[in-house]
């Protein structure tokens, strides 16, 4: 599965951003996909994922301020971020085939999000 994530840049604390991953397979709408970033120096964590019923996950560092959606006839994944801080700066992921905890074999390029103050 080729994942094509965009939609990173730079914003200023406070700002909102959204993140969207297109997944062009036939079966996209049984995937369960996620968003996971790794911040220089951290391991990836989990950001958010979602299962084919809707059911959502979220780190804790991201509960209340990001939200994730999928649009199964676009076969596209979108991470909504709101009032982003300096410590949300990081490279963002799509995956996919994972489960609501864990990560699937299919990773994105990764999208580059800058927070400043």
């Known amino acids: 599965v080729q994942l094509q994530a965009s939609g990173g840049g730079l914003v200023q604390a406070g700002e909102s951003l959204t993140l969207s991953c297109e997944a062009p397979?036939?079966?996209?709408?049984?995937?369960?996909m996620a968003w996971y970033r790794q911040a220089p120096g951290n391991e990836r964590e989990l950001v958010a994922a979602?299962?084919?019923?809707?059911?959502?996950q979220y780190g804790f560092p991201v509960k209340g301020r990001f939200t994730i959606l999928k649009d199964n006839p676009k076969k596209t994944v979108y991470l909504q971020m709101n009032s982003l801080k300096q410590e949300d700066t990081a490279v963002y992921y799509c995956?996919?085939?994972?489960?609501?905890?864990?990560?699937?074999?299919?990773w994105g390029q990764g999208t580059l999000v800058t927070v400043s103050s």
């Open positions: 979602i299962d084919r019923h809707g059911s959502t």
């Open positions: 397979a036939s079966d996209f709408s049984v995937y369960t």
């Open positions: 995956n996919a085939q994972g489960t609501l905890w864990s990560p699937g074999r299919y």
